[in-house]
C-alpha cells in the first residue's frame, strides 16, 4: 500500500471514527432529552414536553432507531395535545414514510381534529391498502365513520377487515362490530356477537359488561 493510499484511508478512518462518536453523544443526549420530555408529557406540561422532544429528534444519530421513533411519536402527541394538529400531522408523515403503521390512524385523528373527514379517511385508505392486514388502521376508519353517525358505512369497514386472513388487532375489530350493530340499534346481532366475543376473550372485562348490559336489553 503507498503513502497516498494509506492517508486515504487514514482519513476515511478516522472520518468514520468521528462520526461514531458524534452519533454515540447524539444517542445519549437524544435519551435525555426523551426522559425528560416523557416526565413533562405525564405531568401535562405538553409545551415543555414538546420542546425536549423536539430537542431529541433533532439529534444527529447514524441510524433511524427504535428511541428516534419513540422520539417523533411522543413529539407528535405532545403537538396534538397542545392543539397543533397541523404540526402533529407533519411529524406523522415523517413516521409513515418509515413504515409506522400506528402513524396513519394518529394522522387521520388530526385531520378529524380540524374537521377534514374526506382527507383522513384518504389516510385510512392508504393506510389499509399499504397494510390490509393491519385491524387498526379500520377501526380508525369505523371510528370516523361512527362519529358522522354513518354507522353502514362504517359496518362494511369492518366487515371488510374481517374478511382478512392473520388480520391484525382482531380483537379491536370485533369488540368494534358490535358497537357498530348496537349503533344501528340490531340488539340481537349485537348479543349473538358479543356472545362469541366473550367466549373468544374470556377475561376480557368489556366485553363482559358488554354482554351483561345486552342481556337487558
Known sequence: MNSRLKGIVTVILIVIIGLVAVSGIGYIRQRMAEDQGVKYLKQKEYQKAYEEFDSAASRFTLIFTKQKKNVLFYEGEALYQMGEYNKAAEIYDRLIDRGEIKAYSL?????????????????????????????????????????????????????????????????????????AYESLFDFDTAYKYTKAYVKAYPKDAQGKKELTFLETR
Open 107 to 179: 394522522k387521520a385523528y388530526c385531520l378529524m381534529q380540524r374537521n377534514k373527514t374526506k382527507e383522513a379517511l384518504e389516510v385510512c385508505n392508504l393506510g389499509i391498502s399499504e397494510f390490509p392486514k393491519e385491524g387498526e388502521i379500520y377501526c380508525t376508519k369505523y371510528a370516523i365513520y361512527a362519529k358522522q353517525e354513518k354507522y353502514k358505512e362504517g359496518l362494511q369497514v369492518i366487515k371488510k377487515a374481517l374478511k382478512q386472513d392473520e388480520l391484525k388487532n382482531k380483537k379491536e375489530v370485533l369488540f368494534a362490530r358490535i358497537g
